[in-house]
C-alpha cells in the first residue's frame, strides 16, 4: 500500500501541473485572439474617416480653388441664353466624389432659372442692368454654395461622422482669417458609399436663409441639362 502511494503522489503532482499550464495556455490564447479581433477593426475605422473626410470635403476644395463659380450662362447657337449645366455636371463628375443624386438635386434647382432666361437674347442679358434678373436667376448674383456676396478666406471640416455601413456626414465651416474669430459653421455634407466609394448626396445650409426664386410661367425650353 505504501508502495502504490508512492508511485501515485508523482503522477497526481505532473498531472496538476500541467493543466495549471493548459489553463494558462488557453488564457493566453483567448487573450492573443482578442488582441488580434480588436487591432484590425481599430485601422480600418480610422482610414474610413480619413476618406469620409477627403471625398465629403472635395466640393468645397474644387468651389474655393475655382474661384467660387456659379453655372455659367452662354449663348446657344439661336443666340438665346443657356445656362451651361453640361460643363458644370461634367465637372462635378470628374471629381469622382459626387453622386448622381446631388447631380439631379442640381438640375432640379436650376431648372427654374435656365427656362426663363431660354427666353432672354444673350446680347440683351449682356447689357442688362446689374440684378435684372435676380427674382428669376437670384442665383447668378452671389456665391450660392455659401450664400454670400462675399467669401471668406478658407474653410474648414468638421464632426466627421460615419453614421452606419452606407452612410456619413461632416460640416463645412467658413474661415476669414480674422484674429480670435472662431469659425462660422456653414454646411452639412452628407454623404452614401455607393459601389464602395463615398459620393456626395446632398449638402444642406446650416442656419443660412434660403433665397427662393420667383415662380413664373415661361415658354423657354432647356434643352442643356445633362
Known amino acids: 500500500m505504501k508502495n502504490l502511494l508512492l508511485f501515485l503522489i508523482p503522477i497526481i503532482f505532473f498531472t496538476s501541473c500541467n493543466s495549471k499550464e493548459e489553463?494558462?495556455?488557453?488564457?493566453?490564447?483567448?487573450?492573443?485572439?482578442?488582441k488580434s479581433?480588436?487591432?484590425?477593426?481599430?485601422?480600418?475605422?480610422?482610414?474610413?474617416?480619413?476618406?469620409?473626410?477627403?471625398?465629403?470635403?472635395?466640393?468645397?476644395?474644387?468651389?474655393?480653388?475655382?474661384?467660387?463659380?456659379?453655372?455659367?450662362?452662354?449663348?446657344?447657337?439661336?443666340?438665346?441664353?443657356?445656362?451651361?449645366?453640361?460643363?458644370?455636371?461634367?465637372t462635378l463628375r470628374n471629381?469622382?466624389?459626387?453622386?448622381?443624386?446631388?447631380?439631379?438635386?442640381?438640375?432640379?434647382?436650376?431648372?427654374?432659372?435656365a427656362e426663363f432666361i431660354s427666353t432672354i437674347d444673350y446680347s440683351e442679358y449682356e447689357n442688362a442692368d446689374a440684378y435684372e434678373y435676380d427674382q428669376y436667376c437670384v442665383d447668378i448674383y452671389y456665391y450660392y454654395w455659401l450664400k454670400s456676396q462675399e467669401h471668406p478666406n478658407n474653410?474648414?471640416?468638421?464632426?466627421?461622422?460615419?453614421?452606419?455601413?452606407?452612410?456619413a456626414s461632416l460640416d463645412?465651416?467658413?474661415?476669414?482669417?480674422?484674429?480670435n474669430v472662431p469659425d462660422v459653421p456653414l454646411s452639412k455634407v452628407i454623404l452614401e458609399k455607393e459601389k464602395n466609394t463615398w459620393k456626395i448626396t446632398e449638402i444642406k445650409f446650416i442656419n443660412r436663409e434660403e433665397k427662393k426664386e420667383k415662380k413664373v410661367d415661361v415658354f423657354g425650353k432647356w434643352e442643356n441639362s445633362e
Open 155 to 167: 474653410f474648414s471640416v468638421k464632426n466627421v461622422r460615419r453614421i452606419n455601413d452606407n452612410n
Open 172 to 179: 463645412i465651416y467658413e474661415n476669414y482669417g480674422e484674429t
Open 23 to 34: 489553463k494558462i495556455n488557453d488564457k493566453k490564447s483567448v487573450e492573443n485572439v482578442e
Open 95 to 113: 471629381l469622382g466624389t459626387i453622386s448622381e443624386k446631388f447631380i439631379h438635386q442640381e438640375r432640379t434647382r436650376l431648372q427654374s432659372c
Open 37 to 90: 479581433i480588436e487591432k484590425p477593426t481599430e485601422k480600418p475605422i480610422a482610414d474610413e474617416l480619413k476618406t469620409i473626410e477627403q471625398n465629403g470635403k472635395s466640393f468645397y476644395e474644387w468651389y474655393f480653388k475655382n474661384d467660387f463659380p456659379n453655372c455659367d450662362i452662354i449663348k446657344d447657337k439661336n443666340g438665346k441664353c443657356l445656362v451651361d449645366t453640361v460643363s458644370y455636371f461634367k
